[in-house]
């Protein structure tokens, strides 16, 4: 099963709206990281964020982290038509391999 | 830097063929992987290398080998194709393995009849 899952699975919003999403896991982490993948492309790493830090900021992105919860949040600010694509959290449960949820298909309207 | 590349694009077997899926990174990178991706769902790790000269098993290893040829190339081998493995086959690399960040190839489409 998938350590991390994403929610919602799909968004559509307007250019200018925040678009936020969700992501759980079952167990411990070291860091929690951020991808994104365009349609047709490879997955392009955003952000990371390690267990001891409970927010982090990079351009219009906002990543929380909520250990006790094992969740956290990624939030884009004003969209763009060009943030449209899927976005993954990936974990990595104390192994040496990163697991990555399902993701969720973020669709941004001109 | 080209980063991670892959070939080829984009293949279409036939159930039983085998092919290679080719790997290479530029950045000196330590650690490769190999993942799949079926539609609605995540990916899925089939194998990595954490050094040159080392691979482990992933999630989803069966009907996979594997072959780190050197620092930069991590190879991929269906040795009998099954409509299963129609998949898109992302390669990736890490300065080292599990918690580094990891930069993505452009993958290759496969299909299997």
């Known amino acids: 099963s998938q350590q991390g899952e994403e929610d919602p699975q799909a968004l559509s919003i307007q250019e200018g709206e925040n678009a936020t999403m969700n992501c759980s896991y079952k167990?411990?982490?070291?860091?929690l990281q951020w991808y994104r993948q365009n349609s047709g492309r490879g997955l392009v790493h955003l952000i990371l964020?390690?267990?001891?830090?409970r927010e982090k900021h990079s351009g219009r992105l906002r990543v929380t982290l909520d250990t006790s919860k094992k969740s956290s949040s990624l939030l884009i600010t004003a969209s763009r038509a060009a943030d449209t694509a899927s976005y993954f959290c990936a974990t990595d449960p104390n192994t040496d391999k990163l697991i990555f949820g399902t993701g969720t298909r973020l669709q941004v309207f001109p | 830097n080209a980063g991670v590349t892959q070939t080829p694009k984009f293949q279409v077997l036939k159930t039983g063929q085998s092919m290679t899926l080719q790997c290479a990174q530029d950045?000196?990178?330590?650690?490769m992987y190999w993942y799949r991706q079926d539609p609605g769902m995540g990916l899925r790790l089939i194998y990595y290398s954490a050094s040159e000269g080392t691979t482990d098993k992933g999630e989803v290893p069966n009907g996979y080998n594997v072959s780190r040829l050197n620092k930069r190339e991590f190879s991929l081998r269906l040795e009998s194709a099954a409509p299963s493995q129609t998949s898109v086959y992302f390669c990736?690399?890490?300065?080292?393995?599990?918690?580094?960040?990891?930069?993505f190839g452009p993958g290759t489409r496969l299909t299997v009849l």
């Open positions: 990736a690399s890490s300065g080292q393995v599990g918690t580094d960040t990891q930069y």
């Open positions: 950045m000196n990178h330590n650690s």
């Open positions: 964020i390690r267990s001891n830090e």
């Open positions: 167990t411990s982490i070291n860091n």
